[in-house]
């Protein structure tokens, strides 16, 4: 892959564009990873204990809110204005986080934090379709994936750093002047496109009732007993299954015509990512704590070994960034068999495997995952019907996002049920992780044979080749 084609991402005037969607995700993706290692500093100084899973919860629900929200948003106002609306909420949120002197403050403040910060991911996902051609794409794709990675290994050490120091605040205030150069650069380099003369209500009631069904998938995390937890999961599912259906009816949508249906390339896209993020958290979910209960790693290197998966992401969006035709299509078929076969090993040797072994297991979910999902998302981008271009693109993340909810509802669910509800042990551990991993295989199983059909719908689609012509060096 030659250094040129990389080059490309900032030439023509898109080099602007290229540091403000890869900026605004990352204070996204660095948040994420830092709230999780000074939380145990934060309630020891502040107080909250009860309420400690509290600030990730309502971050994780309203940046699904603020993602929905953000196509509806620039077309009332424009990409320029709804940007930096984003980038406001996301400074002010941080700030409030930084000054908050009680937790249910904090609780206020991260949720203003989190719909901007979901704002923003949306709306930088909605920059990729607009304003990067086809046969880039995959390059602009690859380098978000490494904003992922670098937030993965930074956002710890980052927020180890304030905790050691007995200053949690500071990650947030240090955030500050990031935020506002990365607001005043979107405002200054985004194009001042026109908003709509005939703005529509704002879909206040469908945001709500999505906020409504990640609330409830997100408190069965708090939830011990199995009942409970199935109740709140069943609302979930009910609640953003009638978002979908209100949606269907409406004008000014959050998502693409028919995104659930499989019938339909959009949609079957949408579920292969929403199967990938289910996977990917259950996996995250139980790998630090069987490290830890079943092999004596420490905390930070069971952190950083779970960080194999996004490290291993990476390394796939950039090595696969250049495939074009049929190696596109081995990409996308070629991800679920290898989470099939991997997850498979993991969940019959949790006990028995050595950690490396584990991580490095979870490194090539990690690399099939991650080279997938990058021609996926591409192709969807493509294919998206005229005119919902922008929205198809804008309603990726909160496709994800949901994944990652229900991901972790559903593996808090089965691990409860075998066992780990009544105590966490080594015998506990061993066969809830067990119990998870074998259940999760599911989705990519589900995933491959969506896949298959995906590159069916790519191969009825004339022109992504054409559109995405391959390098010279490839």
């Known amino acids: 892959m030659r250094t040129s084609d990389w080059a490309e991402l900032f030439r023509d005037g898109r080099g602007a564009f290229t540091i403000i969607l890869n900026l605004g995700i990352g204070l996204h993706a660095i948040d994420v990873f830092v709230i999780s290692t000074i939380m145990p500093t934060v309630v020891g100084d502040i107080g909250g204990a009860h309420l400690y899973a509290w600030p990730t919860i309502l971050y994780t629900a309203l940046s699904i809110a603020g993602a929905a929200s953000a196509n509806p948003l620039m077309v009332a106002v424009g990409p320029r204005k709804g940007y930096a609306i984003g980038g406001l909420l996301f400074l002010l949120g941080s700030a409030g986080c930084a000054a908050s002197p009680l937790m249910p403050f904090l609780l206020v403040a991260r949720a203003v934090q989190g719909f901007g910060g979901g704002l923003m991911v949306a709306q930088s996902m909605a920059l990729v379709s607009d304003l990067y051609p086809a046969g880039l794409r995959t390059r602009i794709l690859a380098l978000?994936?490494?904003?992922?990675?670098?937030?993965?290994?930074?956002?710890?050490?980052?927020?180890?750093?304030?905790?050691?120091?007995?200053?949690?605040?500071?990650?947030?205030?240090?955030?500050?002047?990031?935020?506002?150069?990365?607001?005043?650069?979107?405002?200054?380099?985004?194009?001042?496109?026109?908003?709509?003369?005939?703005?529509?209500?704002?879909?206040?009631?469908?945001?709500?009732?999505?906020?409504?069904?990640?609330?409830?998938?997100?408190?069965?995390?708090?939830?011990?007993?199995?009942?409970?937890?199935?109740?709140?999961?069943?609302?979930?599912?009910?609640?953003?299954?009638?978002?979908?259906?209100?949606?269907?009816?409406?004008?000014?949508?959050?998502?693409?015509?028919?995104?659930?249906?499989?019938?339909?390339?959009?949609?079957?896209?949408?579920?292969?990512?929403?199967?990938?993020?289910?996977?990917?958290?259950?996996?995250?979910?139980?790998?630090?704590?069987?490290?830890?209960?079943?092999?004596?790693?420490?905390?930070?290197?069971?952190?950083?070994?779970?960080?194999?998966?996004?490290?291993?992401?990476?390394?796939?969006?950039?090595?696969?960034?250049?495939?074009?035709?049929?190696?596109?299509?081995?990409?996308?078929?070629?991800?679920?068999?290898?989470?099939?076969?991997?997850?498979?090993i993991l969940a019959l040797g949790v006990a028995t495997l050595s950690p490396l072994t584990s991580c490095l297991l979870t490194a090539v979910i990690g690399f099939g995952i991650g080279a997938c999902n990058l021609h996926l998302v591409s192709l969807v981008m493509h294919i998206a019907e005229p005119g919902h271009e922008t929205l198809t693109a804008s309603s990726i993340p909160t496709i994800r996002s949901l994944g990652i909810s229900f991901g972790a509802a559903g593996a808090g669910l089965i691990a409860n049920m075998a066992g780990l509800g009544g105590g966490i042990t080594v015998a506990s551990v061993a066969q809830a992780s067990s119990w998870v991993y074998g259940?999760?295989?599911?989705?990519?199983?589900?995933?491959?044979?969506?896949?298959?059909?995906m590159t069916r719908f790519r191969t009825a689609t004339t022109g992504l080749v054409a559109s995405a012509p391959v390098a010279p060096d490839q």
Not at 439 to 453: D, E, F, H, K, Q
């Open 439 to 453: 259940a999760t295989i599911l989705a990519p199983l589900a995933s491959l044979l969506l896949a298959l059909r």
């Open 144 to 344: 978000v994936s490494g904003v992922w990675a670098v937030a993965a290994l930074l956002g710890p050490m980052i927020g180890g750093i304030f905790a050691e120091i007995h200053w949690w605040r500071g990650a947030f205030w240090i955030n500050l002047p990031i935020i506002l150069g990365f607001t005043a650069l979107a405002w200054r380099a985004l194009p001042p496109t026109t908003a709509a003369k005939d703005v529509q209500r704002f879909p206040i009631r469908r945001i709500a009732l999505l906020l409504a069904g990640v609330l409830c998938a997100g408190v069965t995390e708090n939830i011990d007993q199995p009942i409970v937890k199935l109740g709140l999961l069943a609302a979930a599912i009910l609640l953003v299954v009638q978002t979908f259906r209100l949606d269907a009816q409406a004008t000014n949508r959050l998502f693409p015509p028919r995104p659930l249906s499989v019938r339909t390339p959009i949609g079957t896209g949408y579920w292969i990512l929403f199967l990938f993020s289910m996977t990917h958290t259950a996996i995250g979910m139980m790998l630090p704590l069987a490290l830890q209960w079943l092999h004596g790693v420490s905390p930070l290197a069971a952190g950083y070994g779970n960080a194999s998966l996004a490290v291993s992401w990476t390394l796939a969006s950039f090595m696969t960034a250049g495939w074009r035709g049929a190696r596109q299509s081995a990409a996308i078929i070629g991800g679920p068999v290898v989470a099939v076969a991997s997850l498979a």
